[in-house]
């Protein structure tokens, strides 16, 4: 069985969603065990196979058992690896976590958007796990699809925001399969490794060139790397709280891993840093993503559209930390993927909570939150400190690592953008917290305490908060062994 | 002037994917009307369709189709000669993007429906407008 | 150096922590406040307990664990960290007994959540007096500013909220914006971070780098409010007089100031920074902080803000100690370590003591006090002897060493700065207690039934007071723990 796992982590969800579809005509009850016992299998062979990896290398997994470059495989290394088994498992926390949240928000919809939830995963692991570029475009499709449709159930705004996110992704994801046909012509392949083996005697061509290009836009516009994010904001603000949590902290990482793989693997580092001279641009370029991401997120007076606006911040760290070309970046870039899909789940599941309880998440209205919500504002705590880069939450180590990268290949402007943006977060998250922790005023010292009465969000919301705020902190501290057994390995030898 | 022409001519499926393509974005950031913005992504996404088909293509070559596909005849029993047949596998992808494509025009489509329901117009700058009041 | 392993550096850390669940989950004040002694004391004793073994030249080393490859989390408990734990330690048993006295003579609010994080911020302490290197150092220090936030912003006022912002604002600013950076060049210039007995920096970087790695360091580290990055702490003095007495007389400001000897110390080395001719800029700004400080103490009524300036000058002599570069002046900034730690307590607690039991803040609204309230202001002139300097209180110690090593490193202009600030010191103590003890107080200026504060207040108080005379004739373990690290630096 263990052989089978990269099929499994796809064909499971992919065959799982179409039963929940059936499942809701008959039972809506039934959804939500089969939704959660296909990512559990889900979850559960990412990691059986990350374990396998770690044993035995990469890993080839030929779809029907045809060879490439006819057949598609499936190709599972370090990288991907580790990449697989944290989606999975944030999908499947997200599941268990926003079953109230889905109920209340979504009515009598839930069994399309349980069946669309596991649709999304598909697409994210198949993106993930396949070796084969034309398969990459398709799974793209899938989950930026299912991921519209997700967001279009909310309220108000959440149509046309949705609509303008389609376009965005639509022009992003061809610009990808542009990019993968002009390497077909020249390669005749559209297995990632094989392409990577015919490249080099091509590396003077404009082709090639013009591939990489147009494929990097095209993963640019999908992971809102400014200027090309307008579409984010609104379309993960409006969406509901459930898909809002699912897609905020995965599917801009998973385009960061789809870059991270096109540099490493496909194009090798070779070609990415050395021949093409665009590496100190993309940097800068990140600089102001950054910067701007804070700005925009200082001007937000509505949590969760702040968070947003520190998504895109965040995109810029890891596009930096890749294109810094050295070990030191890659490693941070590869770790904050890791880490800002925990943290960004973390604070995300948070603003579900509130939402869940309260009206909003305006800063209006979350005052006095402290009291009436201890346990989530807890967590909310753990999670602006990882954001911020406090050891020993993890949000601290993979800035380490991108600092040290921006110090090394004198990138400085990097690292400023790096500090700086660390204290907006600052001023971003105690101002939430004093809001919530300060007003309504007490006089003084307080000698009439309002005892206000706890109104904390269901325990079915609060243990998964709890898991992930607690992984927050044990992330950071094996950080090491994260590094040392998985990430060392990702990155090809030569980059130094 | 003479090798522009002649550059132009030789890659002319190139231009003419490159100038759909514009046509296709143009309409989608220029155009006020939803309907139309979606339209523009449909020429976009076809112009990519056609690029990708034209570059199966070949001089003097026949479509991929065998006659007499007997099976298993023995290895040499029936010799294909690749030259001869437009490469297939383009159009393959390519059925694909064209699902997807649909796919997408679908959504899209639906998601113009709720918007119109909701805010009673179509055009863009109308509906940001009705926003901005609120 | 022989060094062995044991488990208790990190005990001591942990201990406070520990008692954390226990603390919450009580309904009962006394147990509550039962077990926070314990806490107390049990760290005092582990702390107590590894004095032999440092005494006799050894270190204890424990590795907790290695977050980043090359960097781990470390404890090393040397002769400079037991001197700074002793203080710290010892002196939480007492502000423990004082803020129970304080806390329930004015029947505040929220007295959990008051104590855990008190006992966070001395876990966090004792972490970096332990540290063996400088992510460990950091980690620690910022535990430390999350963790004094509530206690700063207790009351929950506006006006808590706006020093809490400055708090913030000074103190984890600098530690992102200047020290993680510096942090993380000295790294990727000289591959390791662990303290070394002459730095680890020496020879890796061009004098302009290390000199500007040495700007990053000191405002870096700015709770040991080297001016400018000093105003945060005349702001914090809106917390309870308990969290300013310990806090920031005592545990934050001297985290401050020690990261920066640390760093002085065992990032750069004496002897890089003498060879680059560091020193006087350092003696700069530690004097310009101590004159400018001690200026502005002398136009304060408030009490509390008036300590708060004496604290802001008294924390830059150790600096200057350190900023000599000679073993005498090194042994007085260490040692000033600890005499300040008590006589300045015992000045906060005195203020509390008048607070609650007459409301007042001002210096104006003291007049005739000593009358009424005669140990707290006999412990008072006690201690501001000790600050000033003077026999018969152990703050002439560290004076004298300071003044010895500005003599022994021939920076004649630091004499006179020791001195000048002296007599200034004495310009805004004495008239404090000259007027509490000789002058007639309006009619209404108090109730009648002024008396001393509830014995809680007052006999930590008295503690503090009589140790810092004692200082003065006993002053080990504090000095013979300054000798042995000046020691070690120094190589004899």
């Known amino acids: 069985m263990s052989q089978q796992y990269p099929a499994l982590l796809v064909i499971v969800p992919l065959i799982s969603a179409l039963v929940i579809s059936a499942a809701g005509w008959i039972n809506k009850r039934l959804c939500f065990p089969i939704a959660v016992a296909a990512l559990g299998v889900a979850a559960y062979s990412s990691i059986g196979l990350l374990l396998r990896v770690l044993d035995e290398g990469a890993i080839v997994y030929r779809l029907g058992g045809w060879d490439p470059p006819m057949g598609i495989a499936y190709y599972v290394d370090h990288l991907n690896g580790l990449v697989l088994a944290v989606v999975s498992v944030v999908a499947f926390l997200n599941l268990i976590a926003s079953k109230k949240s889905i109920e209340l928000e979504l009515g009598d919809k839930t069994a399309p958007f349980y069946a669309l939830y596991v649709l999304q995963v598909t697409g994210l692991l198949g993106i993930v796990a396949t070796g084969d570029a034309f398969n990459l475009y398709v799974l793209l499709e899938i989950t930026a699809l299912s991921g519209y449709a997700m967001l279009a159930m909310g309220k108000d705004r959440a149509q046309l925001s949705t609509l303008n996110y389609l376009y965005m992704g639509t022009i992003g994801a061809c610009f990808y399969l542009l990019g993968v046909g002009y390497l077909y012509i020249v390669t005749g392949s559209l297995n990632m490794v094989d392409i990577a083996n015919i490249l080099p005697s091509l590396y003077e061509s404009n082709a090639v060139l013009g591939a990489f290009i147009i494929c990097l836009v095209g993963v640019w516009v999908k992971m809102a790397f400014f200027p090309l994010h307008a579409w984010l904001p609104n379309a993960y603000t409006h969406g509901p709280s459930a898909a809002s949590s699912l897609i905020a902290p995965l599917v801009t990482k998973v385009m960061i891993y789809v870059m991270i793989r096109l540099i490493l693997t496909v194009f090798t580092p070779e070609f990415a840093f050395n021949i093409l001279a665009i590496s100190k641009p993309i940097v800068w370029l990140a600089c102001i993503a950054i910067f701007m991401g804070a700005i925009l997120a200082l001007a937000e007076r509505n949590l969760k559209k702040m968070l947003t606006y520190i998504i895109v911040a965040e995109v810029g760290y890891m596009v930096g930390g890749a294109w810094l070309g050295n070990r030191a970046g890659m490693t941070g870039a590869i770790l904050h993927i890791v880490n800002d899909a925990l943290m960004t789940l973390c604070a995300f599941l948070v603003v579900s909570n509130i939402a869940y309880k309260l009206k909003g998440y305006a800063f209006d209205d979350l005052k006095g939150l402290v009291r009436k919500m201890p346990f989530t504002m807890g967590a909310f705590v753990v999670a602006a400190l990882s954001i911020i880069g406090v050891p020993p939450t993890c949000g601290f180590f993979s800035k380490w690592y991108l600092i040290s990268g921006a110090i090394q290949a004198g990138q400085y402007a990097f690292m400023v953008a790096l500090l700086f943006s660390s204290l907006v977060n600052v001023v971003l998250f105690f101002r939430v917290i004093e809001i919530c922790y300060y007003e309504p005023f007490s006089d003084g010292h307080g000698h009439d305490q309002h005892a206000e009465p706890m109104a904390e969000a269901p325990l079915t919301m609060l243990v998964p908060l709890f898991i992930v705020a607690a992984g927050l902190v044990l992330v950071g501290i094996y950080t090491g062994d994260i590094v040392n057994k998985i990430i060392e390995f990702a990155i090809p030898q030569g980059i130094v | ?134 | 150096m022989e060094t062995i392993i044991s488990i208790k550096p990190l005990l001591a850390v942990l201990v406070s922590l520990l008692v954390t669940p226990i603390l919450v989950s009580s309904r009962a004040p006394n147990v509550r406040e039962a077990w926070t002694f314990v806490a107390a004391a049990a760290k005092f004793l582990i702390v107590l307990s590894m004095l032999p073994t440092i005494l006799k030249g050894t270190e204890i080393v424990y590795t907790v664990a290695e977050f980043l490859p090359g960097a781990a989390i470390k404890f090393r408990v040397d002769a400079l960290g037991m001197l700074f734990a002793l203080v710290s330690s010892s002196l939480w048993i007492i502000t423990s007994a004082y803020s129970i006295g304080y806390m329930r003579g004015l029947k505040e609010h929220s007295q959990t959540r008051y104590f855990v994080f008190f006992a966070f911020a001395l876990s966090a302490t004792v972490g970096v007096a332990f540290s063996a290197n400088l992510l460990t150092m950091y980690l620690f220090y910022e535990m430390l500013s999350l963790a004094t936030y509530p206690l700063v912003t207790h009351h929950q006022d506006p006006e808590a909220r706006s020093s809490g912002r400055k708090y913030l604002l000074y103190i984890v600013g600098t530690s992102i914006g200047l020290a993680l950076p510096a942090m993380l060049i000295s790294y990727n210039l000289a591959g390791t971070l662990e303290f070394g007995r002459q730095g680890f920096l020496a020879g890796t970087a061009s004098k302009p780098l290390i000199g500007l790695l040495l700007f990053m360091f000191l405002f870096g580290f700015a709770k040991a409010a080297i001016m400018p990055f000093h105003s945060w702490l005349p702001a914090a003095m809106v917390a309870p007089t308990p969290v300013s007495a310990l806090l920031h007389a005592v545990a934050v400001v001297k985290v401050g100031v020690f990261s920066v000897v640390r760093v002085l110390t065992g990032v750069f080395g004496t002897d890089l920074l003498f060879s680059l001719d560091f020193g006087p800029v350092i003696l700069l700004l530690a004097s310009a902080t101590i004159l400018v400080g001690s200026f502005i103490a002398l136009s304060q009524d408030g009490l509390k803000r008036l300590l708060a300036y004496s604290t802001i000058a008294q924390l830059s002599y150790i600096v200057l100690g350190v900023g000599l570069l000679s073993p005498k002046g090194l042994t007085g900034g260490m040692v000033h370590i600890a005499m300040h730690a008590f006589g300045k307590i015992t000045l906060f607690f005195c203020a509390g003591a008048i607070f609650v039991a007459t409301g007042k803040k001002n210096i104006s609204e003291m007049v005739g006090i000593g009358r009424r309230m005669p140990v707290t202001m006999t412990a008072f002139f006690i201690a501001s002897l000790s600050i000033i300097g003077m026999p018969p209180c152990g703050g002439f110690v560290s004076k004298w060493y300071l003044v010895l090593g500005s003599l022994e490193a021939h920076q004649m202009p630091i004499l006179y700065v020791l001195l000048f600030s002296s007599l200034l010191n004495a310009a805004y103590f004495m008239p404090i207690v000259y007027r509490a003890f000789f002058c007639r107080p309006e009619e209404a200026m108090f109730e009648n039934t002024v008396q001393e504060a509830p014995p809680f207040c007052v006999v930590p108080l008295v503690i503090t007071a009589v140790i810092s005379v004692i200082l003065l004739f006993y002053p080990q373990p504090f000095f013979d723990l300054a000798t042995m690290m000046v020691q070690t630096i120094t190589g004899t």
């Open chain 2, 1 to 134: 002037m003479g090798d522009l022409i002649q550059i132009v001519v030789a890659k002319y499926n190139y231009w003419i994917y490159i100038t759909l393509m514009m046509i296709g974005l143009y309409a989608m950031i220029v155009k006020n009307n939803l309907v139309k913005k979606i339209v523009g992504m449909n020429i976009f996404q076809t112009a990519i369709i056609l690029f990708y088909v034209s570059t199966g293509a070949k001089r003097g070559a026949t479509i991929p189709i065998l006659e007499h596909g007997h099976g298993d005849h023995g290895a040499g029993a029936h010799m294909v000669h690749a030259v001869d047949y437009i490469n297939p596998l383009p159009h393959v992808l390519m059925l694909t993007a064209i699902v997807v494509s649909v796919a997408t025009l679908g959504v899209a489509l639906a998601l113009a429906i709720r918007v119109y329901s909701r805010y009673n117009t179509l055009e863009e700058d109308e509906i940001l407008a009705q926003i901005r009041e609120k």
